[in-house]
């Protein structure tokens, strides 16, 4: 399997504030990527290195095989910032026009048709498109490129919620007519959990978790059950989080081994209730818990 | 990516042709104004002829004389490459984010920025060179005549004028170029880097403007009052001087009161007493023929300015802004 994304140990430093630290990851391709974080979890500052707009400060990291900036690489990836920025006094036509200025190979027919497709008029100024079309706009650009690589950088955001499924709808079309990779953040799970095969969960400048969503759904399980028996399950298995009342306990556990105590109701964890419990988690460095079960189900 | 510079910055381009359109109209007009009027009051013949033109050209000047002043107000307008073109060329983009979009396409950041930076330069080099030979044609009548010796001081050497002729308005505009783009790349925001870019170009022109007749030491001439010294019409006077038989500086003020007499309550200085006492008078001056070297020298340092701030400005562009 080829990989979309590999760093080691990847780090990169504003001052003497570290954005990224001791990133080390290996994105296959051929996968729905999402990036989720809290604000300032240093996602963005990932997708900038990927894209090459930034270097790094340590580590190493190779997109498609190759450095970020040589130029075979520079052809296959797309980039869509933050807040999706066009040149606002452009049309549209002048921007799909400029895609195919700057990229050799940009399918400038298929942009246009596209877009005429969602309605779209050619010759509007950008700095008039809605949100929604404004999105769309930048997505046409992007995939135009016809890119191996797709990243996005909390794509959804600031859209409304009929403009937000149009966007993921006319991506997953392409994702499916294409097989290209993509990775996109956001810093709601709610944005992403219906697109996503793959979850990488960032906080305070690390990885915490990654890892296919179906394998983190596989073991993870919430369990319910008396206090009194919480202590022999936490000192069998691996705890991510724990809420307790009086006499109840919660505890959402990484099941390595079956729960055989009748006393406890067990339930499949959601990916939104994972992501929290990781998130709340003080910080674990690279997903150790996650690195067995992941080589485990490959083998 | 010379069709994009051309889509994202044909506003501004177009601007500064329209502009030049306007002068270059004015500057056609009064040539053609100036040319006529020589025509019809017989001055050009008497120039051709090389008889006395005095006082034609006295009658031409009179109409005429302060018309190059109109070019000492455009002294500052290579300034507008850096305002306009170098300032918002890299902020612009990161106040809105574009050089995300600009620089993650299959062109590289620096193939972006060079050809960028080599259209402004060529545009600004075209757009000075225009201004510059528009003045050059100008001062054709005026140089006809210093050139004469039948009045006139006005000419390429003058402050105001020396700004814009040669290659040295070609050379402001690169500067102020090169400083507001590295302005623009520093501080990221159009309108602070537009400041930087004017106060920084001040305070390279400013100490230019005063210096550029001493980069050479200035010629001297000197003799008894009354007597004309050899100071060709065509050369700058930096000073005129006064000083005593012995040699020293001496206020005119001072000397006239060795010579005043008064008529009731009017004052006059008898000149032939001020020659007589062995005052004498002394000019200093910038001679013509050294218009190139002072062009070159004061060219030079807006070149030198300039490679170095684009050097700034590729690098941190390149290294620093994501």
């Not at chain 2, 109409?63 to 002043?69: D, I």
């Not at chain 2, 004052?267 to 218009?291: I, N």
């Not at chain 2, 684009?310 to 802004?321: E, K, N």
Request: hydrophobic content about 45%; charged content about 15%; proline content about 6%.
């Amino acid at each position: 399997m080829t990989t979309a994304i590999e760093t080691t140990r990847l780090g990169r430093r504003y001052g003497r504030r570290w954005a990224l630290q001791e990133c080390s990851l290996s994105l296959p391709a051929g996968h729905v990527i999402g990036l989720v974080g809290p604000n300032g979890a240093g996602k963005t500052t990932l997708l900038h290195l990927a894209v090459g707009l930034l270097a790094p400060s340590t580590g190493e990291l190779s997109v498609l095989g190759a450095p970020p900036r040589a130029p075979g690489t520079r052809t296959k990836v797309a980039f869509v910032a933050q807040d999706k920025p066009l040149y606002p006094r452009f049309t549209v036509a002048d921007t799909l026009r400029m895609g195919g200025w700057l990229n050799p190979g940009f399918d400038q027919a298929r942009a246009s048709a596209h877009l005429t497709g969602l309605g779209i008029p050619l010759h509007q100024r950008v700095g008039r498109l809605s949100g929604g079309e404004h999105a769309q706009v930048a997505l046409a650009l992007a995939l135009g490129k016809r890119p191996e690589l797709l990243l996005l950088d909390e794509p959804v955001a600031n859209l409304d919620p009929l403009a937000r499924r149009e966007f993921m709808q006319v991506l997953m079309e392409e994702v499916a007519e294409t097989g290209m990779s993509v990775v996109l953040s956001s810093h709601l799970i709610e944005d992403l959990q219906r697109a996503c095969d793959y979850l990488v969960l960032m906080s305070r400048s690390r990885v915490q978790l990654s890892a296919t969503t179906d394998d983190l759904l596989a073991v993870h399980q919430i369990l319910t059950g008396p206090r009194s028996h919480a202590e022999a399950i936490t000192s069998t298995h691996t705890v991510v989080q724990a809420s307790y009342t009086d006499r109840q306990a919660n505890l959402l556990i990484h099941a390595s081994r079956p729960v055989i105590d009748p006393a406890f109701t067990v339930r499949p964890a959601t990916l939104e209730e994972l992501v929290l419990a990781y998130m709340s988690q003080p910080h674990t460095g690279t997903a150790p818990t996650l690195r067995p079960v992941g080589s485990a189900t490959e083998a | 990516m010379i069709a994009l510079t051309w889509r994202q910055h044909r506003a501004q381009l177009l601007t500064a042709a329209a502009l030049l359109a306007v002068l270059s109209g004015y500057v056609l007009f009064m040539g053609h104004q100036m040319t006529s009027y020589m025509a019809s009051i017989g001055l050009n013949a008497c120039l051709s002829s090389h008889g006395n033109c005095n006082v034609l050209a006295r009658a031409f000047l009179d109409r005429f004389g302060s018309t190059p002043h109109v070019f000492s107000l455009l002294d500052l307008v290579p300034l507008l490459a850096g305002l306009f073109w170098g300032a918002p060329l890299i902020a612009r983009e990161t106040e809105r984010g574009t050089h995300r979009l600009a620089w993650t396409q299959s062109v590289s950041r620096r193939r972006w920025l060079t050809v960028k930076l080599a259209a402004f330069t060529g545009a600004a080099i075209l757009a000075a060179a225009i201004v510059s030979m528009l003045l050059a044609w100008w001062l054709r009548p005026f140089n006809q005549l210093i050139a004469v010796g039948a009045g006139g001081n006005v000419n390429r050497m003058s402050p105001g004028v020396f700004d814009l002729s040669g290659t040295v308005p070609a050379a402001g505009a690169l500067f102020a170029f090169a400083l507001g783009t590295a302005a623009g790349a520093l501080i990221r925001r159009t309108v602070p880097a537009m400041a930087v870019t004017l106060g920084g170009y001040l305070a390279l022109w400013l100490p230019l403007e005063s210096q550029r007749y001493h980069f050479i030491t200035p010629l001297t001439a000197h003799g008894p009052f009354g007597s004309t010294l050899p100071v060709p019409p065509s050369a700058y006077v930096i000073a005129n001087s006064y000083t005593t038989a012995s040699g020293h500086p001496i206020d005119f003020s001072v000397m006239a009161k060795a010579c005043q007499t008064s008529h009731g309550n009017q004052t006059s200085v008898r000149l032939s007493c001020l020659a007589a006492k062995g005052f004498q008078f002394s000019t200093t001056y910038q001679p013509d023929s050294r218009f190139w070297s002072i062009q070159g020298m004061e060219t030079g340092i807006f070149v030198a300015a300039t490679v170095v701030l684009l050097g700034i400005a590729a690098w941190w562009a390149a290294r620093r802004i994501n």
